[in-house]
């Protein structure tokens, strides 16, 4: 995320990593955020369905 910190699927592929590690708090930080970005990010679909399962 550093090295790219504009690279929303970037957000998003760490927001399933922790989802799947159990730090759900943290995956719902990134969720947010990208949820935040509304028509700018265009898997919308992916971040509303992966937050209704935390």
């Not at 995320?1 to 929303?8: F, G, S, T």
């Not at 799947?20 to 949820?35: P, V, Y």
């Amino acid at each position: 995320m550093a090295a790219a910190p504009l690279d929303h699927r970037l957000q998003l592929t760490l927001a399933r990593y922790l989802i799947r590690a159990g730090k759900r708090g943290e995956a719902r930080d990134q969720l947010d955020a990208l949820a935040r970005l509304g028509e700018r990010f265009a898997a919308q679909d992916e971040v509303r369905k992966l937050r209704a399962s935390l």
